[in-house]
């Protein structure tokens, strides 16, 4: 006799037999994404042009010399100390372009740049029996034994000439230069960009027209593609939320702080604020505003540090949003609750995206899911402080104005830090 078997989507089988489907019991499947991602692009003396690098804080600590070309105590290496000071990852894109690879008639740098005219290669040996060591800053960062030139591997630093005669000796590489940064390279940089999602970017530039570049840039990503991040810069004229304008500058240079600002800002979790916190970097900023000063720059949406006895803190944790209307009052002025409400903004996008885009019926049982994980993702924002009274209630998902569209109302209460104390003391 035929039995029928497997699977059903409705109950219309014709055969006898068992039809049984296994699924998942119904869960929650918000979850809040992890904070700490900075992007910057630097000139840099070292690596490939016109490309994006992930780089890990372990990486960075581990194998700055392979992937910088510096070792990490190298005053190189100091905005991207500053950075991972307080960041977990960053996307690192490396802005001039156009320089010259060093060289030897033994091999050439693998990048262009002038951190390629520290590289030697030596070879010991003869009679077929050769070792060709590659030094750096006269220190040995690869060895090799070979009978003949053509074994020899490529490594961190060097492509060797493989047609070239082993002969005993010491051959300097010479002739690398590190290139331009002009606005073109800029806006290159943020076009890769587009790629990645993090949390906070950098400009080091000082150049109005530079900084107007990106702050265009944050406004269109964040107002008109839904990309939340917020982006520091020196002294750049914005009145937005997405841009953290600062305004304190470093013996070392105007923006050398910016990349400390960009750590911190990227690596602050939602429910914790960097007023007061301490500068903890390299650098030697330049903190002599007077009270009156510190006062009008907070008013006129200026990131500041200043000096608490020995110590430099963050002055209050604010981006450059001053003109406040019945849409955007005051709370979009500091940098907490940006960070809340862009973390909503970014995590229920992931949820709906994988979860629910193209996979989920947009019915009653299907927005009722959609709006269990948004309660769910609520309440895990809660649990941390970031916000409070969450009422399900008050939550709406709902049918759009067409089959496929989805309407989502999410009141949300961010929570801040305290940072003003006003305390009567009553003497009896």
């Known amino acids: 006799m035929a039995l029928g078997g497997g699977t059903f989507i409705t109950e219309n089988k014709v055969l006898p037999g068992s039809y049984i489907n296994f699924v998942s019991a119904a869960k929650a499947t918000a979850t809040l994404s992890d904070r700490g991602v900075a992007a910057l692009g630097l000139s840099l003396g070292w690596g490939p042009e016109e490309k994006v690098q992930y780089v890990d804080g372990n990486t960075f600590l581990t194998d700055t010399m392979a992937v910088f070309g510096y070792d990490y105590t190298a005053e190189e290496m100091w905005p991207l100390r500053e950075l991972f000071l307080h960041a977990k990852e960053a996307y690192i894109y490396r802005l001039n372009k156009g320089g010259a690879k060093a060289s030897c008639d033994l091999a050439t740098a693998k990048y262009p740049g002038v951190r390629g005219n520290a590289i030697s290669v030596t070879v010991t040996g003869s009679d077929g029996d050769f070792v060709v060591e590659t030094f750096v800053d006269g220190k ?78 944050t406004k269109q990503m964040r107002d008109d593609y839904g990309r939340k991040f917020q982006t520091v810069l020196y002294k750049a004229e914005a009145n937005h939320e997405g841009i953290i304008r600062l305004e304190t500058a470093a013996e070392e240079g105007e923006a050398a702080l910016v ?26 900023p330049i903190c002599n505003l007077t009270q009156k000063e510190l006062e009008d ?37 500091y940098n907490q609750i940006i960070r809340v409400l862009d973390q909503i903004g970014n995590d229920i996008a992931v949820l709906f995206n994988n979860n629910y885009l193209g996979k989920v019926q947009n019915n009653n049982s299907g927005r009722i899911a959609f709006w269990n994980d948004i309660i769910t993702y609520d ?23 067409d089959k496929k569209s989805v309407a989502v109302t999410n009141p949300i209460t961010p929570v801040c830090a305290m940072s003003k104390l006003y305390m009567t003391v009553i003497v009896q």
Not at 382 to 400: M, S, T
Request: aromatic share 10%; net charge negative; charged share 20%.
């Open 379 to 401: 309440r895990q924002l809660a649990a941390l402080g970031a916000i409070e009274d969450v009422v399900a209630d008050d939550v709406v998902v709902e049918i759009g104005k």
């Open 140 to 217: 040995s960062y690869d060895s090799q034994s070979v009978t003949a030139y053509g074994e020899l591997k490529e490594n961190d630093f060097v492509v060797f000439d493989k047609s070239t005669t082993l002969a005993a000796g010491t051959k300097p590489l010479s002739g690398g230069s590190d290139g331009n940064v002009t606005a073109a390279e800029h806006s290159a940089m943020l076009g890769a960009l587009e790629s990645y999602a993090f949390n906070t970017l950098g400009c080091l530039s000082t150049e109005e027209d530079i900084c107007q570049l990106y702050v265009t840039y």
């Open 297 to 333: 720059g907070m008013e006129q949406g200026a990131f500041l540090l200043h000096r608490v006895g020995e110590e430099i803190r963050v002055l209050e944790d604010i981006n450059s949003f001053t003109e406040f209307s019945q849409d955007k009052g005051e709370d979009f002025s």
């Open 259 to 284: 990349p400390w600002v960009v750590g911190a800002s990227c690596g602050c979790e939602i429910n914790k604020s960097n007023t007061n916190l301490i500068y903890d970097g390299t650098y030697t």
